[in-house]
T-cell receptor, first 111, second 116 residues
Framework: QQPVQSPQAVILREGEDAVINCSSS?????VHWYRQKHGEAPVFLMI?????EQKGHEKISASFNEKKQQSSLYLTASQLSYSGTYFC????????????FGSGTQLTVLP | DAGVIQSPRHEVTEMGQEVTLRCKPI?????LFWYRQTMMRGLELLIY????????DSGMPEDRFSAKMPNASFSTLKIQPSEPRDSAVYFC??????????????FGDGTRLSIL
């Protein structure tokens, strides 16, 4: 079952912060985050494994709450280059053979 | 290192024609995925190979679609006969290991397919 992402779209000014959420109805083992710019391939950002850890990539970080089956992606002091569609992909067990991707959150950063 | 290589980048063909999409995964990666992306349905997994063996093809829409991986460095996705509703961007991705849920997937640039 496809994870649910919210919001569907967000518009920011450069320097503002944003949070993108990803929720699943299934028990999760891992959550992946990818960013896709228009006309390009999705690019891997980070993986979070169960344990509630938080990871960071430059000014982008994420958390994973396995009890709530949720992950959140935090974008701090947004830059123009952050614009794109963000997808979460969820894996339901350690030997899961596939990810199920959410429908995406379109992020636009304006100057 | 070279990334995942897909060809062609664009394909325009008429309904009923056979379409073959090609993918070369990253060297050393054991898992290969074919995805289809549309506005309506988002990013859908079609089929997944591990060590050249198809593991999960439950996402293949119907018998018109077939995929092969004859060796570790090449895979094809074939549509025969093609229909307008097959128009989409098709991505190939690879990852290093069998336990795919904790390995990043590396995507190719995709093939933009238009069936007239």
């Amino acid at each position: 079952q496809q994870p649910v992402q919210s919001p569907q779209a967000v518009i920011l000014r450069e320097g503002e912060d944003a949070v993108i959420n990803c929720s699943s109805s299934k028990a999760l083992y891992s959550v992946h985050w990818y960013r896709q710019k228009h006309g390009e391939a999705p690019v891997f950002l980070m993986i979070l494994l169960k344990g509630g850890e938080q990871k960071g990539h430059e000014k982008i970080s994420a958390s994973f709450n396995e009890k709530k089956q949720q992950s959140s992606l935090y974008l701090t002091a947004s830059q123009l280059s952050y614009s794109g569609t963000y997808f979460c992909g969820t894996g339901s067990s350690g030997s899961a053979r596939q990810l199920t991707f959410g429908s995406g959150t379109q992020l636009t950063v304006l100057p | 290192d070279a990334g995942v290589i897909q060809s062609p980048r664009h394909e325009v063909t008429e309904m009923g024609q056979e379409v073959t999409l090609r993918c070369k995964p990253i060297s050393g990666h054991n898992s290969l995925f074919w995805y289809r992306q549309t506005m309506m349905r988002g990013l859908e997994l079609l089929i997944y190979f591990n060590n050249n063996v198809p593991i999960d093809d439950s996402g293949m829409p119907e018998d018109r679609f077939s995929a092969k991986m004859p060796n570790a460095s090449f895979s094809t996705l074939k549509i025969q006969p093609s229909e307008p509703r097959d128009s989409a961007v098709y991505f190939c991705a690879s990852s290093p290991d069998r336990a795919v849920s904790n390995q990043p997937q590396h995507f190719g640039d995709g093939t933009r397919l238009s069936i007239l």
